[in-house]
């Protein structure tokens, strides 16, 4: 029968991952600054759209919409800084399941 064995976090993965936390830890920071800057309620969007974001389907797992958010708001005159802070939770969640993900399990069937 095989033995379950942890995979060793080397190679292209574990710096990916590493790389992954580190925006994770980035954004987190970034959006409690927001949160203290403007007041309590962009705080709540951002950890609204950080817990909302955590279970959904293929749009919430990739980065691409957080981070196109995050540009749209930046290049616009709006002034709404809960949209802003509410991609940068949206942008963390994608970050903390992208670091935590590939920590699989293989079946070593060694005799």
Do not use: N
């Not at 990916?16 to 980035?26: G, M, N, V, Y």
């Not at 959006?31 to 909302?52: P, R, S």
């Not at 919430?60 to 708001?73: D, E, I, S």
């Amino acid at each position: 029968m095989g033995e379950l064995t942890d995979r060793k976090d080397t190679g292209p993965g574990a710096a990916s991952r590493l790389a992954w936390a580190a925006l994770a830890l980035f954004t987190a920071a970034f959006a409690i600054f927001e949160a203290v800057v403007h007041d309590w309620w962009t705080g709540l969007a951002g950890a609204a759209l950080f817990a909302a974001a955590l279970p959904t389907g293929p749009v919430g797992r990739h980065a691409l919409p957080p981070t196109a958010v995050l540009v749209a708001y930046s290049l616009s005159p709006l002034e709404q800084p809960w949209i802003f802070t509410a991609a940068l939770g949206w942008l963390t969640a994608v970050a903390v399941r992208r670091a935590s993900a590939g920590r699989s399990r293989r079946c070593s069937t060694t005799g």
